[in-house]
């Protein structure tokens, strides 16, 4: 099974997809569950990005939340080797 941040990633890629075919209901769905696994995880920021996205979607919103979740990536990598090494 798929960590939080692969889902996060995929989720990003479903997202720009759905909104650059113009499917409204996609992207509305795929925003919403995006965001919760953001919430999940801690990455509140991209939550929020994310439900700015929802509010106002616009093509220029893509690279935030792509830079916020590489953000969060890099952060879940840091705490992952901290806990690793450490047990």
């Keep these: 099974h798929g960590t939080s941040k692969d889902c996060g990633a995929q ?5 720009e997809a759905a ?3 113009g499917n409204q209901e996609q ?5 919403h569950s ?3 696994v ?7 920021r991209l939550a929020e990005a994310v439900l700015a996205f929802q509010a ?7 690279a935030p939340m792509r830079a916020l979740l590489e953000e969060t990536q ?6 992952s080797g901290r806990t690793q ?3």
Excluded: I, K, N
């Excluded at 992207?27 to 925003?31: E, V």
């Excluded at 953001?38 to 509140?44: I, K």
């Excluded at 106002?56 to 893509?62: D, G, I, L, T």
């Excluded at 890099?74 to 705490?79: D, G, I, K, M, S």
């Design 38 to 44: 953001a919430s999940t995880a801690g990455a509140a």
């Design 34 to 36: 995006l965001r919760g």
């Design 27 to 31: 992207y509305r769905r795929t925003a």
């Design 56 to 62: 106002a979607p616009s093509r220029e919103a893509f």
């Design 11 to 15: 989720l990003l890629r479903d997202l």
């Design 19 to 21: 909104f650059v075919a």
């Design 85 to 87: 090494g450490s047990s």
């Design 74 to 79: 890099r952060e879940f990598a840091r705490v």
